[in-house]
């Protein structure tokens, strides 16, 4: 377990109620203990364990809440749970990870008195609600709309996130609706993109359509690497050949983009297509309100959504073009968001 101080030890106390905010990634979970502040949680600490080396969610939270109780004397009687998978009453069939989650066995085990289940890109929504100027970068800016438009988010990094934000007049918060748009099918443009989709069927052996998720997520880059290796007539560099010899092939593409060409190629088709996924949200959800990026690829790689290939993909529609050029799009650089939103689920959600 690497534990996070987030605030002076001293002030840890000041706060009347306290909340665990839970992100289960393919990748890693992430757990954050929150203080409530005139209804907006705070984050204090936060810990961090790889999701594949769990048991269960129950060990995490169990050492977690253990810590903060020992260490503090602070009591967590109460948690919001964001996972990466299919949500479905007290239960959440995980995508990329060996276990499951199953909210009556984590009642049981931890001895919380209350848990909130939602997708992990629901959290996010959530968290939307109390970003801070600070915690955004205006990536494609647009004219105000007046009211309350629909916002959405979405999220390359492991998987592919999204959800759609619909503003409750009565509670005065945008609620975020479960998406699984991630795996909708890819909608393919030019013959370079057919063959492209062809070779992903036949990496991983499969008839079945491809969706966004295996183009937009860390494996997707080293799909679209390995097809430009094949398909294209670039020179071999001390860059490629470092890279081919890696079984972690993704963090190296993106640190080598702007020094290779096959490396840069691969991103301009990846941003291409990030472009599309984000329009094509746009235009199914009318997020007039504006997209909101988030996930670990776009935080390490923020200059990539100022290539010209990603806006003039935005643009690129035959019908709506001035509605896509009027939505704003942004980009979370605060990577506690999805605590900080667990945490506010559990303040508007009933279990």
Request: with cysteine.
């Amino acid at each position: 377990m690497h534990i996070n101080l987030k605030i002076e030890e001293d002030q840890m106390k000041k706060f009347d109620k306290y909340i665990l905010g839970i992100d289960v990634g393919g990748t890693y979970t992430n757990l954050g203990i929150t203080g409530v502040y005139k209804d907006k949680p705070v984050l204090l600490l936060s810990t961090v364990f790889e999701t594949k080396q769990l048991a269960s969610l129950s060990t995490a939270i169990i050492e977690t809440i253990q810590y903060i109780e020992e260490r503090y004397s602070i009591k967590v009687r109460e948690a919001g749970i964001g996972a990466a998978g299919i949500v479905t009453g007290k239960k959440a069939e995980l995508t990329h990870i060996p276990w499951d989650i199953d909210l009556d066995e984590i009642t049981k085990s931890t001895g919380l008195s209350k848990i909130v289940l939602l997708n992990d890109f629901q959290t996010i929504g959530y968290g939307v609600n109390i970003l801070k100027k600070e915690d955004i970068v205006e990536v494609k800016p647009s004219r105000e709309i007046e009211g309350y438009p629909n916002k959405a988010v979405v999220g390359a990094g492991t998987g592919l996130g999204k959800t759609i934000l619909v503003y409750d007049r009565d509670r005065k918060i945008y609620h975020p609706i479960h998406s699984e748009g991630g795996h909708s099918d890819f909608p393919v443009q030019n013959r370079e993109e057919l063959e492209l989709i062809e070779f992903i069927q036949n990496k991983i052996k499969t008839d079945k359509n491809i969706c966004y998720e295996e183009l937009l997520s860390g494996r997707g880059i080293e799909y679209i690497y390995s097809f430009i290796r094949e398909t294209r007539n670039i020179s071999d560099t001390i860059y490629t050949r470092e890279i081919d010899e890696t079984d972690e092939k993704t963090p190296l593409i993106s640190k080598y983009r702007k020094v290779d060409e096959t490396c840069r190629e691969t991103f301009k088709f990846f941003i291409k297509f990030y472009g599309r996924c984000i329009k094509n949200f746009i235009l199914e959800t009318m997020a007039r309100g504006g997209i909101y990026i988030a996930g670990g690829i776009a935080y390490k790689n923020r200059d990539i959504f100022q290539m010209k290939e990603f806006i003039d993909e935005i643009h690129n529609s035959i019908y709506r073009e001035k509605l896509l050029r009027d939505t704003p799009v942004y980009l979370i650089v605060n990577q506690d968001i999805s605590l900080l939103g667990a945490s506010l689920a559990v303040l508007y959600m009933e279990e």
